[in-house]
């Protein structure tokens, strides 16, 4: 193991009124892509989602990023090369790490759907009445590109590269009312 | 004079506020226009050029002269509209445009001298000396003339922004808007119903209708009620709607303390933006007290207030007459009712002037007297009640021409083109009794919830009346004075008849010549009014004299709106690269490059310039090693059974011969056979490659790459991902860069055989972490790329310094990173300017020409074929001259013009291993110049500089540094 250690601050948080986000930097990503014609794969026994769905089993859960392709997250495993397992997981597919790529917020509102719906629809443009629990989408946010995933009416994750993390949670704070 | 009974204040409270420096009262409920005319001030500001006195002309957004500045130092808000200024505890105003007291504008002498300033005047009068026009007249007459003005400091408040979508967007909550957006919300659609007002209704608020059985305030309650109770409908109160946009998209302001930018995209939307009732010139109607008829009315049912104790009305239809009455009804005295119309009948007990017209007024500061045709009443305010022009506004922003109804003597939407989705109702689509319009706007909403496949009902209207109108049409009262169309910008009907006489008749003509329906107000009180005297003047007829482009937004919107809070330190978003905090604890300089913060140079103690630095960077790693974070480089994974043919089609040169463990050079093209992009590919397996990109092609190759993929090449079997983010990369420079990095791999042979130039691998380091090496060089030494996942970027960065102590290791920056590749004679940006050819680069032979690839066709187009320039080093015949990026290169005693131009210098530096500056350049047959004195011109500065034609490659040019 190494003993390299890595860049950490503390997770960002933040509650105002019945919102609150939370970084959650200990969730690990790797894409999932399949050669055409290639026979369905079941991931940990997940059942991949189809275009525009997110799904989640335990710890494990799957959004649709394009055509043949999915991006895997596993909670709690930030810090594990999880890429390897999942390429163990399902040979023949084309694994990429993306676990330092994402900076990943999880918002949750206390007072169900309207308190969260309120604060999206101050950051990015999608119609929320055809967003609800289960999507996913690529969309831009605050000049940048991310991916929102709408877990439950009050609960949504949101991935941004993790590069201007500074400046999306910035975005964030001001999306806040 | 004291509050009428009545209206939609609240008497229990009290606010206070000032207008220039004055402390006056009002209730909640008020708009700060009805709260001066309570207090009576009638005296609000100054004309546009002339400095006449001007008062409170309408109670809507329409307002042409009471703007005012609203808030304090950078608070200061310019020109907002008095009458749309919902009064709140302490809200401080001004007024604007005048020199000295508002009541004794020393710029008032410009009234006097008015035969001089009429329309254009500036353009004739102030020729010459020439010089003067930018220096004296035009600052003199910009001080001069104006509306607000700005602080001039940051503005501290706090802008939002959004994001709504919906089945149906209501624009306008009057009777029409209303019955809209109940219909469509009690069939289960989601709407959005957005109104200026701070409060719902529109007309129904201020024209004190009896339905059957209700006024019109009962009604509204309940309707209000059942909206909000509807979890399908959001009421956007003090929200304008200011543009149409494609698609289905509007913007919208909405102004609740904070101000928020809406982008809405509405499936479907119903334009019930009412109507603006028009004035009618006459000599001397622009004084404090004359308003439009529909103005007074509102201020008295609406806000309790009348502007006078006597107010005369000057109608041309049944609408003044219903003024007048109502007034009457609140104990309000009627001086007259002057209606041109012979057989006008009076609605109520007050003096009727029939077949009569005003020609004058008189009062200072202040109307006192109005003069008919038969005769002067003494009247402190006068209500015009000329029509009503439909706002149909956000119905042409898409460039619709509206067309002119005779019938309504109005122009109306254009029916057959109005903004897809969009159905106009109520006095916006020239339907103006209430009844009417309630049932139009219904009837909107039922039509679009059908397209939609929504299944809906008429819902019960009241009993309203549809009272009829017989009007006769006068568009201005002829006479020899100045009588006012354009109050905001001071135009008159002399200035219009003398735009006819200087032949500029078309509308838009006369709209800059005279500058009539532009600033604020857009000319929304004026235009149409206008363009029908220029149609008198030409014969031509209104439908072919037409109206001028409406364009958004509709009302003023403030620029901090629209920037939606982005400001300072936040202007756009900023990517830090993984050893950010790394090179801030180094006392790192950092540079923008792109969206990215780069760490440019690493000064230490007693180094006093940024050369210093970053020569002492160059050096050393020259020397020894240099370590550099390049993360911004754009990294694409590339993978699928037809990873190689794919790239075999992007790139220039073959990418599917290479081998697994091997990285080459690549060199993109666009379609038309410029270079596009360069960078390096590496072969990690089979079916996988990495793809770099140059840091500010990043995106845009990416994006070009999943083109490819997805239109030119679907047959393909292969997947692209971006990885720039999820790897820190770090360059490794420098002669000891290999014993350098010996000790931070696990077990991995790096010796030049085991591990030659331009070789990869995927492997481990500081026991055990992943990471992927390349043997790569942008600088010409002996150097590597260490990608590891990027949370360890700044780590290993630390690590490298230590482990390197002893090599002097030393991190460098973008600038010692340029000089390097300038001295190596490496393209980047500078050079791929999309303007150069793989031939002017000296790469020509990598555009295969076995097998096909974008852009090489074009290519060897013959005027590519042709163009000789090519890639050259320089340096300064005087060692001690610069070199300069952007000058333009000749031939040594050439005249210097565009013909005689022989290329550009791309990029420079100073190299501390030439010992001067140096730099590269395009040149015509540069190829086989070497040696020749040549001249590098920059005009711009005056600056010659004689330079000598060398090698681009300074340093190393067999190549031996990079392959040892």
């Known amino acids: 193991v190494t003993d390299l250690i890595p860049h950490s601050t503390a997770p960002f948080k933040i509650t105002r009124g019945p919102v609150s986000i939370v970084e959650n930097p200990n969730i690990a990503f790797a894409s999932l892509a399949l050669s055409r014609g290639a026979p369905p794969v079941a991931p940990f026994g997940l059942t991949l989602p189809e275009v525009g769905k997110w799904v989640q089993q335990e710890d494990i859960s799957a959004f649709w990023m394009g055509a043949s392709a999915w991006m895997i997250a596993a909670e709690n495993a930030g810090e594990t090369d999880f890429a390897k397992i999942l390429a163990r997981e399902v040979p023949g597919a084309f694994i990429t790490e993306q676990t330092d790529a994402w900076a990943v917020f999880d918002v949750s509102s206390s007072g169900g759907a309207t308190p969260l719906e309120r604060f999206l629809e101050r950051l990015v443009n999608i119609d929320l009445a055809a967003f609800g629990p289960g999507r996913a989408v690529r969309t831009g946010m605050a000049h940048l590109s991310g991916f929102i995933i709408r877990k439950a009416m009050n609960q949504c994750t949101i991935l941004v590269v993790r590069s201007a993390a500074r400046s999306v949670i910035h975005a964030l704070e001001e999306a806040l009312l | ?964």
Not at chain 2, 191 to 219: C, H, K, M, P, S
Not at chain 2, 298 to 305: D, E, M
């Open chain 2, 1 to 964: 004079m004291p509050r009428l009974s009545g209206g939609q204040i609240d008497r229990s409270k009290t606010l206070t506020f000032t207008f220039n420096g004055q402390r006056h009262f009002g209730h909640p409920g008020d708009t700060l226009a009805s709260a001066l005319l309570a207090n009576g001030v009638r005296l609000v500001g100054r004309s546009f050029k002339y400095h006449r006195p001007r008062g409170i002309f309408t109670a809507g957004s329409e307002e042409p002269n009471a703007l005012v500045t609203l808030g304090e130092d950078a608070q200061a808000e310019p020109n907002t509209r008095a009458t749309v200024v919902e009064l709140t505890d302490g809200l401080v105003a001004r007024s604007q445009n005048h020199v000295g007291p508002l009541s004794f504008d020393l710029l008032a002498v410009n009234d006097l001298v008015s035969p001089l300033l009429a329309a254009g005047f500036y353009y004739k009068t102030f020729m010459w000396p020439r010089a003067f026009w930018e220096r004296l007249y035009e600052p003199a007459i910009r001080r001069a003339a104006g509306l607000g003005r700005l602080s001039m400091k940051p503005d501290p408040a706090q802008y939002h922004k959004g994001f709504l979508h919906c089945d149906l967007l209501v624009i306008g909550g009057g009777a029409a808007g209303l019955t809209a957006a109940l219909t469509a919300g009690r069939a289960g659609a989601r709407v959005i119903l957005a109104d200026e007002d701070f409060q719902l209704g529109g007309r129904l608020l201020t024209q004190n209708e009896n339905f059957a059985g209700q006024t019109a305030l009962e009604w509204l309650e309940p309707v209000e009620a059942e909206l909000a109770g509807l979890p399908n409908i959001r009421v956007l109160r003090r929200t304008t709607v200011f543009g149409t946009y494609d698609h289905g998209i509007f913007g919208a302001v909405e102004n609740a303390g904070t101000k928020t930018l809406w982008r809405i995209t509405a499936k479907r939307s119903v334009l019930a933006a009412g109507a603006t009732e028009r004035h009618v010139p006459f000599a001397n109607n622009d004084r404090p007290g004359v308003m439009l008829a529909s103005a007074i009315q509102a201020y008295a049912n609406r806000w309790a207030v009348s502007p006078a104790e006597r107010v005369a009305i000057f109608t041309t239809n049944d609408d003044g007459h219903r003024v007048a009455a109502g007034l009457l009804a609140k104990g309000v005295q009627i001086a007259g009712v002057v209606d041109p119309r012979k057989d006008a009948k009076a609605l109520g007990d007050y003096p009727l002037q029939s077949g009569a017209l005003v020609i004058d007024t008189r009062g200072r500061r202040g109307l006192t007297h109005v003069r008919t045709t038969q005769g002067w009443l003494e009247a402190g305010a006068l209500g015009i009640a000329g029509g009503w022009n439909p706002n149909l506004h956000l119905a042409s922003h898409h460039r619709a021409r509206p067309r002119w109804s005779e019938a309504h003597a109005a122009f109306l939407p254009a029916d057959n083109d109005l903004p897809p989705g969009m159905v106009v109702a109520g006095a916006a689509a020239g339907i103006g009794g209430t009844a009417s319009a309630m049932r139009s706007g219904a009837e909107s909403a039922l039509r679009a919830l059908i397209e939609l496949g929504l299944k809906a009902q008429m819902p019960d209207l009241p009993n309203a009346e549809d009272i009829g109108s017989c009007r006769q049409t006068i568009w201005h009262v002829p006479g020899k004075k100045r009588a006012w169309v354009d109050f905001q910008n001071d135009v008159t009907v002399k200035d219009i008849t003398l735009a006819h006489q200087e032949n500029l008749t078309a509308v838009e003509h006369l709209k800059r010549w005279t500058t009539l329906g532009m600033a604020t107000d857009q000319g929304k009180t004026a235009n149409v009014t206008a363009l029908a005297i220029m149609s008198e003047l030409t014969g031509k007829g209104i439908p072919a004299t037409g109206t001028t482009i409406y364009r958004p937004p509709y009302t003023p919107v403030p620029l901090g709106v629209l920037g939606g809070g982005n400001t300072g330190p936040h202007f756009r978003p900023r990517r830090l690269t993984p050893s950010h905090d790394w090179a801030q604890a180094q006392g790192a300089v950092f540079v923008e490059v792109g969206p990215w913060m780069r760490a440019q140079y690493f000064p230490r103690p007693g180094e006093t310039t940024w050369r210093q630095t970053v020569d002492r960077e160059v050096l050393a790693t020259r020397a020894g090693v240099g370590i550099c974070d390049v993360t911004t480089l754009g990294k694409v994974d590339v993978k699928g059974r037809d990873a190689g043919l794919f790239l075999d089609r992007l790139y220039a040169n073959p990418m599917a011969s290479l081998k697994v463990g091997m990285v080459r050079y690549g060199l993109m093209l666009r379609e038309d056979g410029h270079v596009y992009d360069d960078g390096t590919c590496a072969r990690l397996s089979e079916q996988h490659y990495v793809v770099t990109t140059t840091t500010a092609q990043a995106g845009p190759v990416y994006r070009h790459m999943e083109f490819v993929r997805q239109c030119l090449c679907p047959e393909l079997d292969v997947h692209l991902i971006s990885t720039t983010d999820a790897w820190a990369q770090v360059s490794i420079a420098g002669p000891k860069a290999r014993s350098l990095l010996e000790r931070i791999v696990d077990g991995v042979d790096l010796s030049n055989t085991a591990f030659p130039f331009m070789a990869c691998a995927e492997l481990t380091v500081a026991g055990g972490l992943r990471a992927r090496l390349f043997r790569i060089s942008f600088s010409g030494e002996l150097a590597y790329e260490l990608a590891v996942p990027a949370r360890f970027g700044g780590a290993l960065m630390a690590r490298l310094m230590e482990l390197g102590a002893d090599l002097n290791v030393t991190p460098y920056g973008t600038e010692a990173l340029g000089v390097m590749r300038i001295e190596k004679g490496h393209a980047a940006g500078n050079e791929l300017n999309g303007q150069t050819t793989a031939l002017m680069l000296g790469m020509g032979k990598m555009v295969s020409s076995k097998k096909d690839a974008i852009g090489a066709v074009m290519s060897r187009r013959e005027v590519l074929m042709e163009d000789r320039r090519r890639l050259v080093g320089l340096v300064p015949v005087n060692p001690s001259d610069p070199i300069t990026a952007g000058a333009h290169l000749f031939t040594k005693d050439d005249h210097q013009e565009t013909s005689t131009d022989a290329g550009w210098i791309s990029s420079a530096c100073f190299s501390p291993h030439v010992g001067s500056a140096i730099g590269l350049g395009f040149l015509q047959d540069g190829d086989s110049r070497m040696g020749e004195e040549i001249v590098a011109a920059n005009p711009l500065e005056g600056v010659q500089t004689r330079v000598r034609v060398v090698s681009a490659h300074f340093i190393d040019p067999e190549g031996e540094r990079l392959r040892d």
